[in-house]
């Protein structure tokens, strides 16, 4: 899933606030940094005489005003840290929730007849679980056929939130998943209808 990255400012901007750019690929915000900073110095050089002699200093400081306009140019904006913060807290729950129901349904009650023989995410397969080979029994039939339903609808709104918060590649990597289910979906019916055994 692509991530909107958040780079901590420094010392061209307030300290509660941060540079980001949606899809942002990894070390995009030094390099563009670095070219934003050679771009908006300059030399500032002054001088003080008086009747018991003078001294003068010359450095290099940065520009603020054109040194954030070279970062808007390239896509870079400024956002309050907390607030961005709070706002991916909230997309991190959004995501967790989702997880979380499809957890919840693995462990119903009335589907265990079903997940209790077979995994309810193929990581968790037991050896035992492999080793199966037996078909499906027509009374156990309702469990299987209640879960998918109940899980393609959570799947459903997986994808639209992938899409929804990933800007730079959420449909391709929705796209991926769906076709993953589409396979998932097409064993299930072998399975269903008892062309293939648990362990299979």
């Not at 300290?15 to 300059?42: D, I, L, R």
């Not at 007849?113 to 035992?128: F, H, Q, R, V």
């Not at 039939?141 to 730079?168: D, F």
Request: charged share 25%.
């Amino acid at each position: 899933m692509g991530r909107l990255r958040l780079f901590l400012l420094s010392a061209c901007a307030a300290n509660n606030n941060v540079w980001v750019k949606p899809g942002a690929a990894s070390g995009e915000f030094a390099q563009t940094k670095y070219a934003c900073m050679q771009q908006s110095q300059h030399r500032v050089s002054t001088a003080y005489v008086n009747e018991y002699g003078g001294s003068s200093d010359s450095r290099v400081t940065t520009n603020n005003p054109l040194f954030s306009a070279c970062m808007n140019a390239q896509g870079w904006y400024l956002q309050d840290k907390r607030q961005l913060q709070a706002v991916n807290q909230a997309k991190k729950d959004g995501w967790e929730a989702l997880l979380d129901e499809a957890r919840q349904l693995c462990e119903r009650e009335d589907l265990q007849p079903y997940y209790s023989k077979s995994p309810c995410k193929p990581e968790d397969a037991t050896l035992e679980q492999l080793a199966d080979k037996s078909r499906i029994s027509p009374s156990e039939k309702e469990a299987p056929s209640e879960a998918r339903s109940e899980y393609a609808e959570i799947a459903k709104r997986m994808y639209g939130y992938v899409r929804q918060n990933n800007p730079r590649n959420g449909n391709a990597i929705a796209f991926i998943r769906e076709q993953t289910t589409s396979e998932l979906d097409k064993v299930s019916v072998d399975f269903y209808e008892g062309r293939m055994t648990r362990g299979e």
